[in-house]
Nanobody
Framework: QVQLVESGGGLVQAGGSLRLSCAAS????????MGWYRQAPGKQRELVAT???????NYADSVKGRFTISRHIAKNTVYLQMNGLKPEDTGVYYC??????????WGQGTQVTVSS
């Protein structure tokens, strides 16, 4: 049994910053990739950023240059630093982790609201 718990969401004005955290717990052998996805009202869930165990990163074009994903391997934690937030960044942000021998799991989500 593994669990992902996100934190750090909230309400911020356009141009502001937020830092999301996602901590994995439970019986963890190792984690391959971790990432952040978001879902805006009435839209499908979309990739925001991912990071591999080796530190390789991938970003959605819409967040490149504004968001930075990072990871603390020993703490089984992934972060998303979000700068220059825009109203279109509003949504529920979900953490995802690909656990070795267990597979992919999702967190419960954290709300990010950017006001104009």
């Amino acid at each position: 049994q593994v669990q992902l718990v996100e934190s750090g969401g909230g309400l911020v004005q356009a141009g502001g910053s937020l830092r999301l955290s996602c901590a994995a717990s439970g019986y963890i052998i190792s984690i391959n990739s971790m990432g952040w996805y978001r879902q805006a009202p009435g839209k499908q869930r979309e990739l925001v950023a991912t990071i591999t165990s080796g530190g390789g990163t991938n970003y959605a074009d819409s967040v490149k240059g504004r968001f930075t994903i990072s990871r603390h391997i020993a703490k089984n934690t992934v972060y998303l630093q979000m700068n220059g937030l825009k109203p279109e960044d509003t949504g529920v942000y979900y953490c995802n982790a690909d656990f070795r021998r267990i597979g992919s799991h999702w967190g419960q989500g954290t709300q990010v609201t950017v006001s104009s």
